[in-house]
């Protein structure tokens, strides 16, 4: 089956800094690869989809990267704020619009 | 109004107790799903829906039905809940048109406790 990892140790940087979280998987190739941000008590809520064929996407302050090779996936936030602090989860899709989801990664931002 | 709406947020119920939970969009998507979430699992899809005729399981579906009463409603049913089904569960929506396909919109969750 489809193992998705995620460093489930928080990350703790310092503000301005650009947060670095990964996301590996196994067992599948997916077509497209997902990042959300989930604060406590919340639903996820879309950040950015990065497709097989794609390198690197980038929103603002946020860019993804996506290695097919490695089956890794890269998030990173530069610049980063108090305000960014959150879990961030990534998810694959699989077999037609399914998707796996990782637990995810805690991110605090220090001021 | 929020785009995805779950009731309850928040139910405590015993063991053997029939539960259900409501998912309800204003999204017009055509694709649904139930998730739920545990500390340290991540999320875990119970049953899915392409459409109002097309249901599937999920990962996790023993213990759970769900019913597609319409194009906005899909609700998700612990027929004797048990101890171990206590969790966070999501309801999410996917189009499959337009500039957002592909992505995933979530409801704010319905904490479940089973005593």
């Known amino acids: 089956s489809q193992k998705i990892e995620q460093n489930s140790e928080a990350l703790n940087i310092q503000e301005g800094k650009t947060a670095t979280l990964t996301c590996n998987y196994t067992n599948y190739s997916p077509a497209y690869l997902q990042w959300y941000r989930q604060d406590p008590g919340r639903g996820p809520v879309f950040l950015l989809l990065?497709?097989?064929?794609?390198k690197e996407k980038r929103k603002e302050r946020l860019k993804v990267t996506f290695d097919t090779t490695l089956k890794q996936s890269l998030f990173h936030i530069t610049a980063s704020q108090p305000a960014d602090s959150a879990t961030y989860l990534c998810?694959?899709?699989?077999?037609?619009?399914?998707?796996?989801f990782g637990s995810g990664t805690k991110l605090n931002v220090k001021p | 109004d929020a785009d995805v709406t779950q009731t309850p947020r928040n139910r405590i119920t015993k063991t053997g107790k029939r539960i259900m939970l409501e998912c309800s969009q204003t999204?017009?998507?055509?694709?649904m799903y139930w998730y739920r979430q545990d500390p340290g699992l991540g999320l875990r899809l119970i049953y899915y829906s392409f459409d109002v005729k097309d249901i599937n399981k999920g990962e996790i579906s023993d213990g759970y039905s769900v019913s597609r009463q319409a194009q906005a409603k899909f609700s998700l049913s612990l027929e004797s809940a048990i101890p171990n089904q206590t969790a966070l569960y999501f309801c999410a929506t996917m189009g499959t048109r337009g500039p957002n396909t592909g992505e995933l919109f979530f409801g704010e969750g319905s904490r479940l406790t089973v005593l």
């Open positions: 990065i497709r097989e064929n794609e």
């Open positions: 999204k017009g998507h055509d694709r």
């Open positions: 998810a694959l899709e699989y077999n037609f619009n399914k998707f796996y």
